[in-house]
Each structure stands twice: as structure tokens, then as C-alpha cells.
């Protein structure tokens, strides 16, 4: 798996040849190699993509994001055969233990409104209401804390009148940048040879990523975090390759320091791993650093 996040943002033609990607602006030809390459960002509807390049991507599982006229993300890829899929392991993807589901659930909402908090505290926000709706979290979140925290939450870090309902540029660059998230979990989800179709918690019939769905929960406050500190008035492409190359931004899970891309990637693991009954502890710990990061641009195109 690569390590690189490249994002084609403007007119261009992407092939494949001798395991390179191709891609053809006005500005010249760039070559990128496939073994170097995480995640691919076509943010425009201006680009044409070779199906033997498309090909060669997903079999390397390299995750591709399309976007639509507005630059908001429509569609991803899904190899359809992992070389680790088997059907023992959907057979007991669809056994996993009840229990063991709700515990998990327990413990990433936890999760979530622990970093929700952190957040706040790190843009000095009070944020001893969340503490108090974090003490009533049941097993299962069962009355639906992960919510309540949620309405509380959003007005605290952006301003008393916002609303997730609202169109708004920062609405645009936190569904972005969900957007990215989520793919990468499906990824993950994916290579280890198990479906997404199958959640914990979100059971859509319109959703083919619940499982996706759930195990990113904890690590949406990443993306607040960063968004907190960016004073923009529309998704400008500085904003989008900020949040991809989020995927670089360095933080502690688990006691350990590790890149935001492979947090994702142990967490996915550790997650089935306890639904499948491998092991019988799961820890969800994530600290961010007290220093908001502007981020670099990583393979812009």
C-alpha cells in the first residue's frame, strides 16, 4: 500500500503504462508510481481516467474519489475481489456476537465525544456540558448521546448559530472531508476481506458503506480540528488538499505515534478483529496535539 495522496484538480488525462500513472495537463506530463500511491482525488469533472489505469489502481487498492460540478464527492471504488476474501470470513461477519457489537459501539462513541471534547479544549472552548452527556452514555448508546453530544457540540466550535443542516462552506468542507475519512475506512474494510453492506450500528438499506459508517465515527472530530482553525468563506482546492493531506497529520493511538493513515488502518483491523472474536479487548485512544496544523500539499496535481 502507498503512501501518497495525489489529487488532479484541473483538465487532464490519466493512463496507465509500466506501472506508472500517467497523467497529462496543459502543464506537462507528471509520472507517479503506482506502488506510491494511497488514494487518488479526481476533483474535477474535467479529466478523463483509462479503464486498464482504473484497473491497475484498484488492484493495487489504492482508493479512487470522483467529485461533481459543486466538488463534493459522489462515488468511490470497491474491488469487488480482495485477495484475502473468503467466504468463512463473511459467514462470520454475519455471526458476529450481538454483544460484542454493542460494546464496540459503546466504546467508539466514547470515543468520539472524548475527542469532541479534547477539540474544544484545545481551541479553548468550555466543554463541561459534553463531560456531563458522556457520563450518561450507556451500553449501546442506547439514549442516543452521540447525538445530543453532536447539536451541543458544532455550535461550540464554530458559532451559536451554526447547524449541520445548513448549507454553508464549513458544512461543504466538513462533508469533504468526511467524505475522505470514510473511504479510507471502506478501504481498510475491504482489504482485509470483510463487506461494508454489514454494520454495528447503521443498518441503511440506501447506505453500502454502514460498517464504514461506524468504525470512522471516532476520528470525525480530526476533521473539526483542523477545519476550526481555517478561516474560509467558500471550499476553496487549498481547503480540499488540506483535508486529504490530513492523512499525513501525525497523533497518538493507542500510546503510540503514528500517521493518521495507519491509525485508520490498525483501528479497522483491531475493530474486526474483536467483532470476529480474535481477541477480547478493544482500545480506541486517540490524542491530538495541542498545535492546529495547516498541512502541506502532498501530489497536487
Known sequence: MGWRSVVVSQHAKMSYSSRNMIV????????????????????????????????????????IIFTDNANEPVCETV??????????????????????????????????IVNQINVLSIYGVENADLIAELDKLEVDDVTNREAVVARKYFPLLFDN???RRDFSPVNAALNYGYSILLANVNREIVSNGYLTYLGIHHHSNDNQFNLGSDL???????????????????????????????????????GKEMLFRNIISEHVRNCLKYLSGETDEIKIEVELKNEVPNNAINGHV
Not at 474535477?44 to 484498484?58: D, F, K, M, N
Request: aromatic share 10%.
Open 79 to 112: 474491488g469487488y475481489y480482495p485477495n484475502n476474501r473468503d467466504v468463512d470470513l463473511i459467514k462470520k461477519q454475519f455471526q458476529w456476537d450481538e454483544k460484542r457489537q454493542q460494546l464496540l459501539w459503546t466504546k467508539i462513541v466514547a470515543s468520539k
Open 216 to 254: 470512522m465515527e471516532p476520528f470525525r472530530p480530526v476533521i473539526d480540528y483542523w477545519l476550526a482553525n481555517q478561516n474560509f468563506k467558500e471550499l476553496t482546492p487549498d481547503v480540499k488538499f488540506g483535508l486529504v493531506d490530513l492523512l499525513n497529520l501525525e497523533m497518538t493511538f493507542n
Open 24 to 63: 497529462q495537463t496543459m502543464d506537462g506530463i507528471n509520472q507517479v508510481p503506482i506502488e506510491d500511491i494511497d488514494l487518488l482525488l479526481v476533483s474535477t469533472t474535467q479529466a478523463v481516467i483509462t479503464t486498464s489505469l482504473i484497473s491497475e489502481l484498484v488492484k493495487s487498492q489504492v482508493k
Open 161 to 163: 448559530k451554526f447547524s
